[in-house]
């Protein structure tokens, strides 16, 4: 009996060592189920949306005010005259002078007004005219010319006390050329002037003295005209070309 029961034992063993049962965790793979619920499942990125296409916003139409005409107004007869557009004087000035001169009459022009104490600026005269108040004892304090046909023109102005007080000034045909001024109240003395072209004529009238008469320079120089005495001044001027 006991050699049998030996050879049993042996039996069994030899069975276990033959056979392994494949043993595995619950726990196990409930812990695995749990992780694998709880990463969640990337999504691709949202592209952002396009901005909505530009349109073109329409012209706002605005209705023309309603024009009453006289006729409606006063209930009948004929319509209102629209008035005319203003428009600017050109100024009156020695250049707008010989521009308008120099285009009717083409040539050699030379245009000129005074600025006179007590009264302030005279119409431009052209071509040997009187600018200026002969006899009447006011003074020139400022002289305005303006050339055509000379290749310009320049000049100075002889003033009382200070006498030659600027440089000389010049300006091109059609430019205004001013000497003297108009705000210091100086009388004018005298004057020289030149043009670029041929000669230029003055005769100045100084008071208490009268026209000293008429005399020009020589192509390339230039001509004084008025007086050197300090208690006298200009009165009038007269000028060609």
Same mark, same amino acid.
């Given at each position: 009996f006991l050699s049998l029961a030996v050879?049993?034992?042996?039996?069994?063993?030899?069975?276990?060592?033959?056979?392994? !049962?494949?043993? /595995?965790?619950?726990?196990?793979?409930? #812990?695995?189920?749990?992780?694998?619920?709880?990463?969640?499942?990337?999504?691709?990125?949202?592209?952002?949306p396009q901005p909505p296409a530009p349109t073109t916003a329409a012209a706002p139409t605005t209705a023309a005010p309603a024009v009453q005409t006289q006729a409606a107004i006063s209930g009948g007869g004929a319509s209102a005259t629209p008035k005319a557009k203003k428009t600017s004087? !050109?100024?009156? /000035?020695?250049?707008?002078?010989?521009? #308008?001169l120099a285009a009717s009459t083409p040539g050699r022009h030379i245009c000129y007004r005074v600025f006179m104490t007590d009264i302030g600026w005279q119409h431009p005269v052209c071509d040997g005219r009187t600018a200026g108040k002969p006899g009447e004892g006011r003074a020139i304090e400022s002289i305005n010319i303006a050339v055509s046909g000379v290749k310009g023109t320049a000049g100075n102005a002889f003033v009382q006390d200070d006498g030659w007080k600027t440089a000389w000034t010049s300006a091109v045909d059609g430019i205004d050329l001013n000497?003297?001024?108009?705000?210091?109240?100086?009388?004018?003395?005298?004057f020289v002037i030149n043009v670029g072209d041929g000669s230029v004529c003055q005769n100045a009238n100084v008071h208490g003295e009268g026209w000293h008469g008429l005399s020009c320079d020589t192509p390339g120089n230039y001509i004084f005209g008025g007086t050197l005495d300090n208690a006298l001044w200009l009165e009038a001027v007269r000028f060609t070309v």
């Open positions: 050879g049993l034992t042996i039996a069994c063993v030899a069975l276990w060592f033959a056979y392994q !049962p494949n043993v /595995t965790s619950l726990a196990q793979e409930k #812990l695995q189920q749990t992780a694998a619920t709880t990463i969640p499942t990337p999504t691709p990125t949202a592209v952002p004087a !050109p100024p009156d /000035t020695a250049a707008t002078a010989v521009g #308008l000497i003297g001024s108009t705000k210091d109240a100086q009388r004018m003395r005298g």
